[in-house]
């Protein structure tokens, strides 16, 4: 399964994600501080 590391630019929490999840993950927030994610922040990396 292929993961992204997703770094939170609001708490600058990384979190590994499967790509799966990743676009439901954006679009519910950060995991870790609820902060909106934009999308263009995810795709680096
Ligand atoms: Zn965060």
Do not use: F, K
């Amino acid at each position: 399964m292929t993961t992204h590391e997703y770094t939170c630019p609001d708490c600058t929490g990384t979190i590994d994600l499967p790509v799966e999840s990743l676009e439901a993950t954006v679009e519910h927030g950060c995991p870790l501080c609820g902060a909106s994610v934009d999308r263009v922040g995810v795709a680096t990396g």
